[in-house]
C-alpha cells in the first residue's frame, strides 16, 4: 500500500505507474494541487505528473499490454477479473480506512468500493458465460453470399489495436476506475487510468493493490496521477478514450483534432438532471409513497449527492407536494447525522473539497435567484460530528446539509438546466401526466429516472414516455421495494449511460461495453476460411468422417469438423401413433390422417418433430463411458420440412464449436446436428450442447460432484 502521509517535514507526490513501474516528478511547482482529507482539510499529497513521459506510456501498453492481453483468451481474460475480484475483497478494509479521508461514510464504501469489487466479479462471470474460450467474437448470424454456399459473411469483434485511456470523476475513485477497467480488460485492451485529483489517492491505492496481487499482464494497467493535458495529442485512431467527468470538460475533448479528424474514438458520461416521478396513485400511507421518500432522501445523501445518478428534479402530483416535502423533511431530521465518516453513527460526510463546496453553494444561490425556494436546510456552516464524537463547527470540512427546493413556477429553466453536484434536489409540481413527460423531458437527456407507482397503466404511459430521454428507468412501487437496487445504483448488467447532455455514452452493460472495445468487421470467405477465423465450424466447411466415434474424443483430441453420420431410420404410423399415446401430444398432425391432408403444411399424418429428436439422439449416442460427460441442452431449433408416416431420417453431427472451462477439467461442445429424410431434404436443424472430458482420465470427484449438483 502507498503511504501518504501530511506527517512527513515534506509532502509526499502523488506517484503514477508507467512502464511497469512507480514514478513521481522529483518535485512539484508551487502551484501544483493539493489532495487533502475531505473532513479536516488536512493535506495529504501534491499531485503533479509533470515531466511524465506519456508518449512512453502510450507506446508500452500499444506494445506489451497488447501483445500479453492478446495472449489470452476470453475465459482466461475473465478468470483474471474473478481472481483481482477475491483478492481485493479480502482488502477492502484498507481501501476503506483511506476512502474514509474522501468525506465517505460506510455506506458510502460499499457504494465506491463493494461496488467496484462487484463490477469485476460480474465480468468475471458472464465473460466466462456469455463469451467464447477464444480471441474473435461473431456478432450476428452467418450470411450465404452464393447459390452454393461456397461464399459466405460473417460479422466478427476484435478487439482495437491500442489503449484505453479511463479519465475519471472525483466521486467515485474506485468504482468509477474498475467499471471502465473490467470491460476494457475482457476485451483485451490495456488501460490508462487517469484519476480526478481531489480524491486520486484512492485510486492509487486502489492500483497499487491490483498491482501486488499479482495477477495482471505486464502493460495492462497503468496509472496518471495528475495532470496530462496534452495526453491526447498522442492519441490515435486504435486508441478509445472513455470519460466522466462535466459536460463542459466533455464538449472540450470532443473538439481536439484527434477526435474531430484523428479517427480518436471517444465516449462520454457527463451532466445528468435526474428525475424521479411520483404517480398519483401514490398518495401519502402507500408503501410507493413511503419507497419514494426513501429513494429521495437516500439519493440525496449518499455520497453527499455528489453521484451522477442523484435525483435532482423530483417530479410529483401538484396535490402531493407538500406532502412530500413535509415527509423528505422530516426524514432528513430523523435519519441524517452529519459528519466526520469516522465517527460512530455518522450518516453523511462531506463533499470532495471546499472548492467544491464553494461550487455548490454558488449553484444554489443562482437556483434562488432564479424562483427556486429553499424549504430544508441552509448554505450555512453546519454543526457537525468530529471524529472524536463532540459536536460543533468543522472550519477545514467542506460540510452542507441537504438543501431541498421546490419551485412555484416548475418550467423554470435554471431547475432543468444547473445540475447542483451536492446533496440538493427539487421539488417540482405536475397536474397531469403529459406534464410530467414534458418535465421529465427538459433535463434534455439523463442517465436514469424512477417512476414510483403500482398503477400499471400509469406506469407504461410514464416509461414509454421518458424512456427515449433516459439511459436507465427504476419502476418502484411495493413488489421491488424491498430487492431493488435503487435509482443511484448503476449495475454492471444494464446500460450506464444517457442520451443528450448526459453525454451518449454506453458504459456498462454487459457484454455491449465489452464491444465497445472492439472493433466490427465483416469478414467474407468459404466456409474453410471462416472456420479458421472465427473458431467455429460453418456449414460447408470441411468434415472429417473417421473409424473414431467423435464422442470417444477428449477435448484434446477433438476438432473441428469431426463428424458422425448415421444410417436412415424409418418412423412407421404406429411409431407416431405410440408417440402420441404416451406422451399426451394427441395434435391432429399426428392422429387424424384427414385433418392433417387438409393442412397445406402437411402430407398426412406427420411425426412429431420431437420424436424425431429423440430418436435422433439414439442414432448418434455412443453408449459406453468415455469422456462425453452429459448432455446439458439443445439450442436454435428449426423444424424445416414434416416427415410423413412410412418416411425415413438420419443424422449428421460435426463438432462445431469446442469451448474448455479454464478452471475444470471438462468443457462444452457445441454439436451441428441436421436431419435428412431419404430424399436428401433438411428435416430439422439444432446443436448439440454437451459437457466433455479434456482428456481421456477419469473426471475428479470433484468435477463429479459439481456435475452432479
Not at 473532513?39 to 505528473?49: C, K, L, Q, W, Y
Not at 453523511?348 to 429553499?374: K, N, P
Amino acid at each position: 500500500m502507498t503511504s501518504l502521509s501530511a506527517a512527513s517535514s515534506e509532502l509526499a507526490i502523488l506517484p503514477s505507474y508507467f512502464q511497469g513501474q512507480w514514478w513521481a516528478p522529483e518535485s512539484a511547482a508551487p502551484d501544483a494541487p493539493l489532495a487533502r482529507d475531505a473532513t479536516t482539510g488536512e493535506p495529504i499529497a501534491r499531485v503533479s505528473a509533470e515531466g511524465a513521459d506519456l508518449p512512453g506510456a502510450i507506446a508500452y501498453a500499444r506494445g506489451l499490454g497488447q501483445r500479453n492481453l492478446g495472449e489470452l483468451t476470453f475465459h482466461q481474460r475473465a478468470l483474471l477479473l474473478k481472481q483481482l475480484a477475491i483478492f481485493l475483497n479480502e482488502r477492502r478494509a484498507e481501501l476503506y480506512e483511506i476512502s474514509a479521508r474522501t468525506g465517505a461514510t460506510e455506506k458510502d464504501h460499499l457504494i465506491d468500493i463493494d461496488g467496484g469489487v462487484g463490477v469485476l466479479f460480474t465480468f468475471g462471470s458472464k465473460g466466462r458465460r456469455e463469451l467464447p474460450n477464444a480471441k474473435v467474437m461473431i456478432d450476428g448470424p452467418l450470411e450465404v453470399l452464393s447459390r452454393d454456399g461456397s461464399f459466405l459473411g460473417e460479422h466478427i469483434y476484435t478487439r482495437i489495436p491500442g489503449v484505453a485511456v479511463q479519465i475519471n470523476a472525483f466521486n467515485f475513485p474506485v468504482w468509477g476506475m474498475l467499471e471502465k477497467f473490467a470491460p476494457a480488460f475482457l476485451a483485451g485492451v490495456p488501460s490508462i487510468v487517469k484519476p480526478a485529483t481531489p480524491k486520486g489517492y484512492l485510486t492509487e491505492a486502489a492500483v497499487r493493490l491490483m498491482l501486488e496481487s499479482g495477477l495482471l499482464p505486464d502493460g495492462s494497467l497503468q496509472l496518471i496521477s495528475g495532470a496530462a493535458r496534452d495526453l491526447l495529442d498522442h492519441l490515435d485512431y486504435r486508441d478509445l478514450v472513455a470519460f466522466t467527468g462535466s459536460a463542459s470538460t466533455a464538449k472540450r475533448l470532443k473538439e481536439h483534432p484527434r477526435v474531430v479528424s484523428g479517427g480518436l474514438r471517444f465516449t462520454s458520461e457527463t451532466d445528468s438532471l435526474n428525475a424521479a416521478i411520483l404517480g398519483p396513485d401514490a398518495v401519502p400511507g402507500t408503501p410507493e409513497f413511503d419507497a419514494f421518500v426513501r429513494s429521495a432522501v437516500s439519493e440525496m445523501t449518499a455520497k453527499a449527492g455528489q453521484k451522477c445518478t442523484s435525483i435532482r428534479r423530483l417530479i410529483v402530483p401538484e396535490q402531493l407536494r407538500e406532502s412530500v416535502i413535509t415527509a423528505i423533511s422530516s426524514s432528513f431530521q430523523e435519519r441524517v447525522r452529519l459528519g466526520d465518516p469516522r465517527a460512530p453513527g455518522v450518516t453523511m460526510g462531506a463533499l470532495a473539497s471546499l472548492d467544491q463546496l464553494a461550487d455548490v453553494r454558488a449553484a444554489v444561490r443562482t437556483m434562488v435567484a432564479a424562483g427556486g425556494e429553499i424549504v430544508y436546510g441552509s448554505l450555512e456552516a453546519p454543526a457537525v460530528i468530529r471524529q472524536d464524537g463532540s459536536e460543533g463547527d468543522a472550519p477545514g470540512g467542506a460540510f452542507m446539509s441537504p438543501v431541498l427546493l421546490t419551485w412555484p413556477e416548475p418550467t423554470t429553466a435554471a431547475v432543468h438546466e444547473i445540475e447542483v453536484f451536492g446533496p440538493v434536489a427539487s421539488v417540482l409540481g405536475y397536474r397531469s401526466l403529459d406534464e410530467a413527460l414534458d418535465l421529465a423531458a427538459r433535463g434534455a437527456g439523463s442517465l436514469v429516472a424512477t417512476v414510483c407507482s403500482h398503477d400499471p397503466l400509469i406506469v407504461q404511459y410514464l416509461v414509454s414516455g421518458i424512456a427515449a430521454h433516459h439511459g436507465r428507468v427504476l419502476v418502484l412501487d411495493r413488489d421491488d421495494a424491498h430487492s431493488s437496487t435503487g435509482h443511484g445504483s448503476p449495475v454492471p448488467h444494464l446500460l450506464h449511460g444517457g442520451p443528450g447532455r448526459a453525454g451518449g455514452g454506453e458504459e456498462l452493460g454487459g457484454m455491449l461495453s465489452v464491444r465497445h472495445h472492439m472493433q466490427r468487421t465483416a469478414v467474407q470467405g468459404s466456409p474453410d476460411v471462416l472456420t479458421a477465423v472465427t473458431g467455429v465450424w460453418h456449414p460447408g466447411a470441411q468434415r472429417r468422417f473417421g473409424e473414431t466415434h467423435p464422442f470417444r474424443k477428449s477435448l484434446a483430441e477433438l476438432r473441428l469438423g469431426d463428424a458422425y453420420a448415421s444410417p436412415l431410420r424409418e418412423v412407421s404410423l404406429q411409431d407416431v401413433s405410440d408417440f402420441a399415446a404416451s406422451t399426451g401430444d394427441t395434435f391432429y398432425a399426428h392422429t387424424n390422417a384427414e385433418a392433417a391432408a387438409a393442412n397445406p403444411f402437411f402430407p398426412g399424418i406427420v411425426a412429431h418433430g420431437y420424436l424425431l429428436i429423440s430418436w435422433a439422439a439414439g442414432l448418434f449416442v455412443d453408449p459406453e463411458p468415455g469422456p462425453v460427460l452429459a448432455n446439458y441442452g439443445l439450442e436454435n431449433l428449426r423444424f424445416i420440412t414434416p416427415l410423413a408416416a412410412g418416411d425415413a431420417f438420419r443424422v449428421t453431427l460435426t463438432a462445431k464449436q469446442i469451448t474448455p472451462r479454464e478452471d475444470q477439467d471438462y468443457g462444452e461442445v457445441r454439436w451441428d446436428a441436421v436431419l435428412h429424410n431419404q430424399h436428401d431434404e433438411i428435416v430439422a436443424t439444432y446443436d448439440v450442447l454437451t459437457l466433455v472430458a479434456k482428456t481421456q482420465a477419469r473426471v475428479s470427484a470433484e468435477t463429479e460432484a459439481s456435475l452432479a449438483v
